[in-house]
C-alpha cells in the first residue's frame, strides 16, 4: 500500500502573481472533474492524486505554495504523504484554543518529523464559553474564519477526510471545487480504517495517543468525548446535539 512517488518541490517565483483569481484560472483549465475521480477510483495512489495536483497548479502557471495541506492533528498518516511528494509543503493547524494538549504536542511532534512547513494560526482567546450554547458560532469563529483566511491566494488546498468517517462523508470525491471554487483534493478518502491503521504501522506515522484512550475522532476538548464500544467513531462529537460537522468540510 505504501505509494511510489516522485517528489516535487514546492516552488516559488518573483513573477507570480497571487491576487489571480483562482476560480477564474480553474475555469481556463477546463478540468474534467468526473473524469479524474473515476482515474482516481482506477488507481486509488493518495501519492499519484497528489502529484496530479501539483502538476495542475504548474500547469496553470502558478508555484505550488499556492497549495496548502490542512491537518487536525489526529493522525498524520496524510502529512507523512504529501510530505514525501510535496517536500516542504506548507501545512496549516488551526490552534482554536480548545484543544487537548495532546493535539497541541502531535503538531508538535509532526512539525519536527515531516518535512514540511508547519503554519500554527494564533487561537482567539478563550474563556467566553459560547461552545455551551453556540458550538455553530463557536466553530465558525474558531475554524471556519481562520481556514477563510488560510485559503486567501490559494488555488487548491488538500484535506484527510475519509469516507469511513461519517455518513455524512460517505460520498467524498477524491477532488472537487470547493463553495469557494478552488480545488480540493481528499487524496486519502477512500482508506478503510484498517487501511489507514496498515499505513501508520507500516511507515511509523505520528499518532495522537488520545486515539488509544477511547477518542476515534478528536476535537476541541469542550465538545468531545469518549466513544463507547459499538458507537460510531464521530458520536463523542457535538454530543447530544444535532450537528455532526464544524464546517470546514461542507
Known sequence: MTPTITPIRPQSSPDTDHTRDARALLDELDLDLDEVNREF???LDPARMIQWLADTVLAAGESLDRIIVASAMANTALLDVVSKVLPGVEVLFIDTGYHFEETLETARLAGR???????????????DRQYLTDSDGCCNLRKVVPLEEALQGRVAWISGVRRSDSASRASTPFVHRDRRGLLKLNPITHWSDAELAEYVAANDVVLNPLLSQGYPSIGCWPCTRRVAAGEDARSGRWSGQEKTECGLHL
Open 113 to 127: 518529523r515531516y518535512n514540511i512547513s508547519l503554519k500554527v494560526t494564533p487561537a482567539p482567546p478563550i474563556g
Open 41 to 43: 477510483a482506477t488507481h
